[in-house]
């Protein structure tokens, strides 16, 4: 299997499956004397790790990072990076593969078993290998590698929708994104969220969500027309991550019903002398470069294929069956999408980062 690696200067390889002993990555291309520490990526590996309320998955991960290579202390005692290739590590401590042997040879609909099957002729039925989400975990910590290099910019994402409830924006506080289970920046949305999925997960069944990223402290510049779009290597990254089915950038697809004048960021100079855009309809990109406000961006995930209700479906033998997945899943996997959803975010403008000073120079 090939095209484990993304980046092109920031690059980063994930390796290991759901249910092995370990899954790890390999960060290549960090720059050199970047402080870094096994507890400064924890913090980012805690908000991502399974079992923290029961609106997720309870498998018990506690997902304790270790770092492998590429660091060393300086005369300071400061740990930083050296340059080298930087390879971090996380044990698997909770797996159940017995809970999936009943559909070793059944295709459960809407995973990738027929599509892995069909392509390598042989797949992981414990978890599914490669395709679970147990591997977004180390994009999580290689995205906290790449928010170190990122200095002076500020990544914050967002759960803004679950099923059809979606946020009331005029109560947005970043600050209660903390304070409860789902991300959420609005507090009564978050306890209307609270009641409707306790009441989704008892019935077995699951919903999709919608995830908003916004990075700030972006400079102008960042990206490169045609082939090197900063939007188009943010989309690919957003739908890299499991169950992401559509991506949006600014207006999105709201943009499709604005006229020309209302969509379109006017402009005048700002305090500063420089020029100063007075909406963000474009997201923070155009042309495929950043302007210098806030790039804003949006991710819908579906809902957990894996639920308890009989779904139709066939087995390698062509024999027709039901399939109920069990185990233990999220109702809403879009809930821990959010900190994947930020890491990938990091890990593009660390590498969009070092192609600007290759380029151009600077920062």
Known sequence: ????????????????????????????????????????IQVFMDRRKPGQSRFTTQRREPDEVKILSGVMMDDDGVQKTTGTPISLIVENTDQRSKDYSEIKDRFRPGHADYTYLEKYGIRDYRGGGRSSARETAM???????????????????????????RINRSNWDWAEVDNNPFFCPDKAAAEAWADYLDAVRKQGSS??????????????????????????DLAAAMMSINAVKGVEIGNGFEAAGLTGEANADEMRMGADGRPAFLSNNAGGVLGGISNGDPLVVRFAVKPTSSILTDRKSVTRDGEEVDVRTK?????????????????????????????????????
Not at 141 to 158: F, N
Not at 217 to 223: E, I, L, M, S
Not at 338 to 354: K, Q, R
């Open 1 to 40: 299997m090939s095209h484990n690696t993304f980046g092109h200067l920031f690059r980063v390889t994930t390796w290991g499956e759901s249910h092995g002993p370990a899954i790890g990555c390999v960060v290549d291309g960090c720059p050199p004397l970047v402080p870094l520490t096994e507890a400064g």
């Open 139 to 165: 994009r999580v910590a290689a995205g906290a590698v790449a928010r170190q290099v990122l200095t002076g910019v500020t990544i914050r994402g967002a759960l803004i929708q679950i099923g059809e409830h």
């Open 207 to 232: 919903v999709g969500a919608v995830i908003e990223i916004v990075a700030e402290g972006v400079p102008a510049g960042w990206g490169a027309p045609l082939y090197g779009k900063l939007d188009t």
């Open 327 to 363: 185990g233990r899943h999220d109702p809403c996997v879009g809930i821990r999408a959010v900190p994947v959803g930020e890491a990938m975010i990091a890990c593009v403008l660390a590498d969009h980062l070092l192609r600007h000073r290759g380029q151009v120079g600077g920062g």
